[in-house]
């Protein structure tokens, strides 16, 4: 489909492990966003991608959270020594840049939900 | 803290009847933005306000900016099933074409037929 494709839609992982999830933006669009979302909470902000430039990254919560967008379309998420706090759904959103005034909408994928055992 | 609160958290209503769900902050924001979150799925954009005191409408759906831009309401006339979900404010702070976008908690709500 033309929407935002993320993989896996599920991962469970022992407390250690690395884990990489992927996300395949709308073709076209610039702006990339990574969010966590907590069961029953709403999705807060991990990294912002414009192109391949990672232009925010301080909703990373620790040096244990890595994202990347070499080629400025496809991201990966990269979780190093997994642990238990990080289960979670991993939402990623992309848009075209918007204008000044204006943000772009957000097109959200529908997550990949991580589970940390 | 949260930056956005939304009232109340969760909703259970009968089909038919309306509601109004809230969206406050002591800050003010350029932008606020509506979305529908569905169990297992990302959540849909419903709708921007960008000017204080601004209102729009989505058929059965009322979207308020505050004069302030410090809060948005969001009403449903007549709700049916298919209103159920979570419902997401999500506000923008900056004037350039980025800007991080900071979510709500949400309101879940509950359409009984």
């Known amino acids: 489909g033309a929407g935002v494709s993320q993989s896996p839609r599920y991962k469970v992982a022992k407390r250690g492990q690395d884990v990489a999830l992927r996300c395949d933006p709308i073709s076209g669009h610039v702006s990339l966003f990574w969010y966590q979302q907590a069961l029953g909470q709403g999705p807060e902000f991990l990294t912002y991608f414009q192109n391949e430039a990672q232009l925010d990254k301080s909703g990373l919560p620790s040096d244990r959270f890595f994202a990347e967008r070499p080629e400025g379309s496809v991201s990966t998420l990269k979780i190093q020594r997994t642990q238990q706090e990080d289960s979670a759904v991993y939402l990623c959103?992309?848009?075209?840049?918007?204008?000044?005034?204006?943000?772009?909408?957000?097109?959200f994928g529908d997550g990949t939900r991580l589970s940390i055992l | 803290t949260q930056l956005l609160e939304q009232s109340p958290q969760f909703l259970s209503i009968q089909e038919g009847e309306n509601l109004t769900v809230y969206c406050n902050s002591s800050?003010?924001?350029?932008?606020l933005q509506w979305y529908r979150q569905e169990p297992g799925e990302g959540p849909v954009l419903l709708v921007t306000v960008v000017t204080g005191g601004e209102v729009k409408k989505l058929k059965r759906l009322t979207f308020q900016f505050g004069d302030a831009r410090k809060d948005s309401s969001l009403h449903i006339t007549a709700a049916q099933p298919g209103d159920t979900g979570l419902y997401l404010c999500?506000?923008?702070?900056?004037?350039?074409?980025?800007?991080?976008?900071?979510f709500g908690p949400g309101t879940s709500l509950s359409v009984i037929p």
């Open positions: 959103a992309s848009s075209f840049a918007g204008t000044r005034s204006l943000p772009g909408p957000q097109h």
């Open positions: 999500a506000g923008t702070r900056g004037k350039t074409s980025y800007d991080k976008v900071i």
């Open positions: 800050s003010v924001f350029s932008s």
